[in-house]
């Protein structure tokens, strides 16, 4: 069957470095992206991975590792304002459909 | 700059009800997107369209139909309206340039309550 595997809850103080993993298993894939959401509002796009290694943008970084259907999100120097729930999402076709996991909620407190 | 524009933002409806959700996009996106989100199941791809005049079904699309008249609006419709159909629905649009690595940008979303 098709699936996204990723943490349901992550807590840390501020300052700290997170990791979000996820694993995937999809009937397609072009690549995987990462998405925010605060408070259940509009997702916001974070990044995307479409070939393996890193993929760096201020303080988040995202890495894909396709042989191991893997993939994480990186979180450094954490700030108040990074709390919110984070998704993974496989691209599985040409047309940029995305297959989401269920989420990660990250709290970070003081 | 609006950007995606849903509406209405909330709505509450009884079993049988039917409504027409709107999703407008100011961006010259080709590619729109309908998803619904449960709690604890993240986002499922309900239909989508690829242009004008053309529509497709995603991973959900059973008691909802859609229609992409115009480039710039995607309307999402339920007929006969179901307690399941409770969720909180976000519509998304993107550039079809190499589509698979262009980001999705989402509106606000719109609350749907089926007693």
């Known amino acids: 069957g098709q699936s996204l595997e990723q943490p349901s809850e992550v807590t840390a103080v501020e300052g700290a470095i997170v990791q979000i993993n996820c694993t995937y298993q999809t009937s397609g894939f072009y690549g995987l992206s990462w998405y925010q959401q605060h408070d259940g509002g509009a997702p916001t796009f974070l990044s995307y991975?479409?070939?393996?290694g890193l993929e760096e943008t201020g303080r988040f970084s995202s890495f894909l590792s396709r042989s191991d259907s893997y993939g994480y999100l990186l979180l450094q120097e954490l700030q108040m304002k990074d709390s919110a729930s984070y998704f993974c999402?496989?691209?599985?076709?040409?047309?940029?459909?995305?297959?989401f996991g269920a989420g990660t909620q990250v709290v970070v407190t003081p | 700059n609006a950007g995606v524009t849903q509406t209405p933002k909330f709505r509450v409806l009884k079993t049988g009800q039917s409504m027409t959700l709107l999703c407008a996009q100011d961006?010259?996106?080709?590619?729109m997107y309908w998803y619904r989100q449960d709690p604890g199941m993240g986002l499922r791809l309900i239909h989508y369209s690829v242009g004008e005049g053309t529509t497709a079904k995603g991973e959900v699309p059973d008691g909802y139909n859609v229609s992409r008249l115009k480039k710039q609006n995607f309307l999402l419709g339920l007929e006969s309206a179901a307690p399941s159909q409770t969720s909180v629905y976000f519509c998304?649009?993107?550039?079809?340039?190499?589509?698979?690595?262009?980001?999705?940008?989402f509106g606000d979303g719109t609350r749907l309550s089926i007693l």
């Open positions: 999402a496989v691209v599985t076709d040409s047309w940029g459909k995305l297959q």
């Open positions: 961006m010259n996106h080709e590619y």
């Open positions: 998304a649009s993107s550039y079809p340039t190499g589509a698979h690595n262009q980001p999705q940008h």
């Open positions: 991975n479409g070939l393996d």
